[in-house]
Nanobody, 120 residues
Framework: HLVESGGGLVQTGDSLRLSCAAS????????AGWFRQAPGKKREFVST????????NYANSVKGRFTISRDNPKNTLYLQMASLKPEDTAVYYC???????????????WGQGTQVTVSS
């Protein structure tokens, strides 16, 4: 079970940190990732992180601005977002799976999403 939090309305250039609380399993058994879906668009990959946090991957559109991390004892995944742009506006979803991938069908567990809106 995954529950995201931390979304909201911010201005261009602001920062925001999303959290994803995991329950019902051993969190460090899973790789984790963030995806997002903007209005009228398909859900897209944002970032993924290995079980112990040593390996990360980012979409080119967020590289250098977003940082993914995890705190396994707290069963929590994070996405630190900086220099936010209006095009970052989307519903952000956390996901957990067994293999790091940019493809959403490789993730077995999903949260309900949290809205991030960046005003210009």
């Amino acid at each position: 079970h995954l529950v995201e939090s931390g979304g909201g309305l911010v201005q261009t250039g602001d920062s925001l940190r999303l959290s994803c609380a995991a329950s019902g399993g051993t969190f460090n058994n899973y790789v984790a990732g963030w995806f997002r879906q903007a209005p009228g668009k398909k859900r897209e990959f944002v970032s993924t992180l290995s079980r112990w946090g040593g390996v990360t991957n980012y979409a080119n559109s967020v590289k250098g601005r977003f940082t993914i991390s995890r705190d396994n004892p707290k069963n929590t995944l994070y996405l630190q977002m900086a220099s936010l742009k209006p095009e970052d506006t989307a519903v952000y979803y956390c996901a957990a799976g067994t293999n790091m991938s940019t493809q959403e069908d490789r993730y077995h567990y999903w949260g309900q999403g949290t809205q991030v809106t960046v005003s210009s």
